[in-house]
């Protein structure tokens, strides 16, 4: 059974973090909260430690890990040759949830983080148990969402007890995670720079500090070329439907599908009286929703998408994924 640590108020305290990062120093696992969901971290020095990740995850190893510093000084010791841009996003979003793609110094991360690629992502998380953690571990993590492949990221540490008990040493709870979605994936070594994964931190606001992104051959800001952007993701275990919210038409949509005898579950900004079971649908609680879709007798989801939710490309990125890009017809 996995190990649960509850921190509370006093997260500076480092008697929270004397136990993990003893684990990690040995090459164990502990799973963590940042700003934007849970990660499971190894050391990333040790190609040991880091293929226990891909393990507990039952993750492809050609999708490479997201490694997490404590300070823009930290990522500078790790990586090579880092354009001035990369400097000014550091200093304009870290601590934040914002990942530059760089070149990765050689001979200092383990293979299997990288994938095998001569690059690496980096980020220094904004939240004080992963900056204690890997202050008290005094080494780079890597850390990828705390979830089985293929499932809802976690945004609580019972999303990954319920995923992970006792296939991991150690998980830190540190309570609800604030933002709910992973980090903005930007690749630096390429030029004009690009967008990878949309998250919080948005192409606007990348763009009002280094100037113009990569634009895709479609017009948009975001360049899927991710590693791990071919494999399905967030989904749960019903099928999930987008569907427009204008007029009557998702009243209808229920309608149409309880004569057919089937269980709907609704995840809108707005209640839905008609629907069998009904979420919220908001980024920060987005893949809570769809986990607790799994716990229902729901035979299909219908995710109600209104104008607003058009704006923000990372949470229509994750329902696209979530969906699998079906529209509800
Ligand atoms: O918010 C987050 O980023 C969370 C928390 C835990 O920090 N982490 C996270 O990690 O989402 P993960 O491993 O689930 O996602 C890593 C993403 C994948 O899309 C992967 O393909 C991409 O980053 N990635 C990692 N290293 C890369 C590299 N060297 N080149 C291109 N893409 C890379
Ligand atoms: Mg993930």
């Given at each position: 059974k996995t190990r649960i640590v509850e921190v509370g108020n006093d997260a500076g305290n480092p008697e929270y973090y004397e136990e993990a990062a003893e684990i990690l120093q040995r090459g164990g696992t502990v799973s963590f909260p940042t700003e934007t969901v849970y990660g499971l971290g190894?050391?990333?020095?040790?190609a040991e430690a880091v293929e226990r990740i891909y393990l507990a995850k039952g993750r492809p190893s050609d999708n490479p890990l997201i490694v997490h510093v404590d300070s823009k000084e930290m990522a500078l010791r790790y990586a090579?040759?880092?354009?001035e841009k990369a400097i000014r996003c550091m200093d304009a979003?870290?601590?934040?949830p914002l990942t530059l793609i760089l070149e990765a110094k050689e001979g200092v991360f383990a293979d299997n983080v990288t994938a095998g690629l001569p690059t690496v992502g980096l980020r220094m998380p904004d939240h004080p148990i992963a900056l204690n953690l890997l202050k008290q571990t005094d080494r780079p993590l890597a850390a990828p969402s705390a979830n089985v492949s293929g499932k809802p990221s976690p945004t609580c540490a019972g999303h990954v007890e319920h995923d992970l008990n006792g296939k991991i040493d150690l998980i830190l709870d540190g309570g609800a995670t604030a933002l709910g979605i992973e980090s903005t994936v930007l690749d630096m070594t390429a030029e004009p720079p690009a967008i990878l994964r949309p998250g919080s931190i948005t192409a606007d606001m990348i763009e009002d500090v280094i100037g113009q992104l990569r634009v895709s051959?479609?017009?948009?800001?975001?360049?899927?070329?991710?590693?791990?952007?071919k494999y399905t993701h967030y989904a749960p275990d019903a099928p999930v439907y987008l569907i427009e919210q204008k007029g009557d038409i998702v009243d209808r949509a229920i309608e149409h599908l309880h004569s057919k005898g089937k269980k709907v579950a609704v995840l809108s900004a707005d209640f839905s009286k008609a629907a069998d079971y009904y979420f919220p649908l908001s980024a920060d609680v987005l893949y809570s929703g769809l986990r607790k879709c799994d716990e229902t007798s729901a035979d299909l989801i219908l995710a109600a998408i209104q104008p607003e939710h058009k704006k923000d490309a990372a949470l229509m990125n994750r329902l696209e994924k979530a969906a699998d890009h079906k529209w509800f017809s």
């Open positions: 190894a050391d990333a020095t040790n090579a040759n880092v354009p979003f870290w601590p934040g051959c479609e017009g948009k800001r975001t360049v899927p070329r991710s590693p791990g952007v």
